[in-house]
């Protein structure tokens, strides 16, 4: 990260030390999990031993409580190793939070700890098969039934689905659109609670991706997560924080892409001279570069409005990760055209670069969505 001297200096540790982490734990192994398709739960305590399974919880329950710039900081750094593995961290921490923030003291006391050793992992269930963008139309349904919430309905495209313990799913207690909705966290051996087969993707190979099938889940009251009718608002306020960690899983991604394709220009002779004295190469690398940072300064701008409360945030948050996320695909697509032929072979592991980058102008709210977000903030329209 070029822009590191505008850090603190526990930031730059924080880049340092998760750097360091990502080349010696994550990037000698990333390429064989995206083929094994293997989910490393190993390495992901390892992650936690570093603080990086609770980021944003509270000290006082196991987390770092670190802010969501210091965060940025380190899922950019950790991506660099395989964004695939970050992604997913930056989803399970979602959840963390979402719990140490609006839970109970008996909440956090039974799920935080465990949550940010990474001994159980996390994920968040919004999306349904006919819920995607439109995520206030969402059908999953919980019903109460005396001190008991009984859930039924499907959800799609899990991260972590299976392998996780814990669940914060949303479902409609109440009438159409966002008022009728409410979040439950959800165990993986409650009954009722079945997993359908891992999807096979274009990337994000190192993270199981499943539907979370709930079947009469009989749930005790103590499980709704905030007030009856809060689900929507949490679930936003959450998502704001996932589209600030996905923006920066996409820049590390892309800025190793970038120092690889340096490297290899450095390496390469083509008619008689390396490739990096060609001066159009030189150009492309130098724009790659100026995009990386443009992105990275608006996300860090986003990360730290939403740290101070600012009323913007969620606009800023969506401009954050609808450009970091465009720009970090595009950025490791170059890089794959600068290796010519060799970007294509999966040893390099440039392709798979450019696998894992493009869902995540998909996911945590398309890029269409995040444009509807900024434009709502600018023209007042409900």
């Known amino acids: 990260m070029s822009a590191m001297h505008d850090l603190t200096e526990d930031q730059r540790a924080i880049a340092r030390t998760t750097r360091a982490f990502a080349e010696e734990y994550l990037a000698p192994h990333a390429v064989e999990w995206d083929q094994a398709k293997h989910f490393p739960v190993d390495v992901l305590r390892k992650a936690a031993d570093l603080g990086l399974a609770g980021v944003y919880v509270r000290e006082g329950a196991g987390g770092s409580e670190l802010s969501r710039l210091d965060g940025v900081v380190a899922f950019e750094a950790l991506a660099t190793g395989c964004p695939s593995i970050a992604a997913y961290l930056s989803i399970h921490n979602m959840v963390a939070w979402m719990l140490d923030r609006y839970g109970t003291q008996a909440q956090r006391a039974r799920w935080l700890s465990a949550l940010c050793t990474a001994e159980h992992l996390g994920s968040y269930c919004l999306t349904e098969p006919g819920a995607g963008s439109d995520a206030a139309a969402i059908a999953t349904r919980a019903v109460r039934d005396g001190d008991h919430w009984v859930l039924d309905g499907v959800k799609q495209f899990i991260s972590g689905a299976g392998a996780s313990q814990v669940y914060v799913v949303l479902a409609r207690t109440g009438a159409p659109g966002p008022d009728g909705i409410s979040a439950f966290v959800v165990e993986r051996d409650d009954p009722g609670v079945a997993f359908g087969p891992d999807e096979k993707k274009m990337g994000w190979n190192a993270q199981p991706t499943r539907q979370v099938l709930l079947d009469g889940v009989r749930l005790p009251a103590d499980r709704l997560l905030g007030a009856e009718g809060e689900g929507f608002r949490i679930a936003m306020n959450g998502l704001n924080g996932g589209r600030l960690g996905i923006a920066a899983c996409s820049l590390g991604g892309a800025q190793h892409a970038l120092e690889r394709a340096t490297r290899h ?76 032929g060799y970007g294509y072979l999966a040893e390099y592991g440039i392709e798979k670069i450019v696998r894992d980058l493009r869902v995540h102008q998909i996911l945590e709210g398309t890029n269409e969505i995040m444009r509807v977000i900024v434009a709502r903030g600018l023209t007042g329209a409900a």
């Open 265 to 340: 220009l450095a390496d390469r002779e083509a008619f008689g001279a390396r490739l990096l004295h060609a001066q159009a190469l030189q150009f492309r690398l130098a724009d790659m570069a100026t995009e990386l940072e443009a992105a990275r300064a608006l996300l860090w701008r986003a990360a730290a409005a939403l740290d101070r409360g600012d009323p913007r945030a969620p606009q800023l948050c969506a401009m954050a990760k609808r450009y970091a996320t465009d720009t970090g695909f595009e950025v490791a697509n170059q890089a794959l055209q600068l290796h010519g």
